[in-house]
Nanobody, 124 residues
Framework: QVQLVESGGGLVQAGGSLRLSCAAS????????MGWFRQAPGKEREYVAA????????YYADSVKGRFTISRDNAKNTVYLQMNSLNSEDTAVYYC?????WGIGQTRHDYDYWGQGTQVTVSS
C-alpha cells in the first residue's frame, strides 16, 4: 500500500505560479499511474491531470490545459504539478492519487490511494 503526502500549497496572487509535490512511500512508485485532483468548497472533487507510470504520457482537464504541467521523478518517488497563470477559480484543496490498475485514470473512481491534500488559494 502506498502513502502519499502533498506539499507546496499556499497563497498566491492571480497570475502567479506554484509547484505542488507529492511524495510517495510504501510501494513501488513506478508501478502507479498518478493523478492530481482538486476540490473547491461546496463542489465535487474534480480531475486536474494524470501521468503514466513512465511519465511519457500526460492528460489534462480542459480548464488547466496550457497552464498546468504534471511530471514525475521515479527515482525520487515524487509527482509534481507546476501551476502557472493561476486565477481565483483554481482555489481548492489539491490531492494527489495513485492508480494501481492498468492504464491512466481520469476520474476519481480510477484511483486507489489518496493523499490528505494541500490548500491552494489564489487572491484576485
Amino acid at each position: 500500500q502506498v502513502q502519499l503526502v502533498e506539499s507546496g500549497g499556499g497563497l498566491v496572487q492571480a497570475g502567479g505560479s506554484l509547484r505542488l509535490s507529492c511524495a510517495a512511500s510504501g510501494g513501488t512508485f513506478s508501478r502507479y499511474a498518478m493523478g492530481w485532483f482538486r476540490q473547491a468548497p461546496g463542489k465535487e472533487r474534480e480531475y486536474v491531470a494524470a501521468i503514466s507510470r513512465s511519465g511519457g504520457t500526460t492528460y489534462y482537464a480542459d480548464s488547466v490545459k496550457g497552464r498546468f504541467t504534471i511530471s514525475r521523478d521515479n527515482a525520487k518517488n515524487t509527482v509534481y504539478l507546476q501551476m502557472n497563470s493561476l486565477n481565483s477559480e483554481d482555489t481548492a484543496v489539491y490531492y494527489c492519487a495513485a492508480r494501481a490498475g492498468w492504464g491512466i485514470g481520469q476520474t476519481r473512481h480510477d484511483y486507489d490511494y489518496w493523499g490528505q491534500g494541500t490548500q491552494v488559494t489564489v487572491s484576485s
